[in-house]
């Protein structure tokens, strides 16, 4: 069973940079797509990045380009969500989420979701 836990939420002032983490554990996830999304209050949770666990392929909603990047660390089996250039629009609370095969965009298409860790910008 696929189990994923978020960390690296907080307050941050407009401008500011954070990192998010999720860990991963639960099975070997060499052909898994590891996703990040995002659902601010009164919103549709929708989608910010994926990468593929292997070859590492990665693709970003618009929002994200340019101000986000993730990564990801095989040996730790740890994903990250860089973001940098944060603004109040970014406010949400974030989730990582795990699926078998190709990155897709919609929420549906993930099996797995950890419990999410909250970002609040400043303005």
């Known amino acids: 069973q696929v189990q994923l836990v978020e960390s690296g939420g907080g307050l941050v002032q407009t401008g500011g940079s954070l990192r998010l983490s999720c860990d991963a554990s639960g099975r070997t996830f060499f052909d898994y797509t590891m996703g990040w999304f995002r659902q601010a209050p009164g919103k549709e949770r929708e989608f910010v990045a994926a990468?593929?666990?292997?070859?590492?392929?990665?693709i970003y909603a618009d929002s994200a380009k340019g101000r986000f990047t993730i990564s990801r660390d095989s040996a730790k089996s740890t994903v990250y969500l860089q973001m940098n250039t944060l603004n109040p629009e970014d406010t949400a609370v974030y989730y990582c989420?795990?699926?078998?095969?190709?990155?897709?965009?919609?929420?549906?298409?993930?099996?797995?979701w950890g419990q999410g860790t909250q970002v609040t910008v400043s303005s």
């Open positions: 989420a795990a699926r078998l095969g190709l990155a897709f965009r919609t929420p549906g298409a993930y099996g797995s």
């Open positions: 990468i593929r666990w292997s070859g590492g392929t990665t």
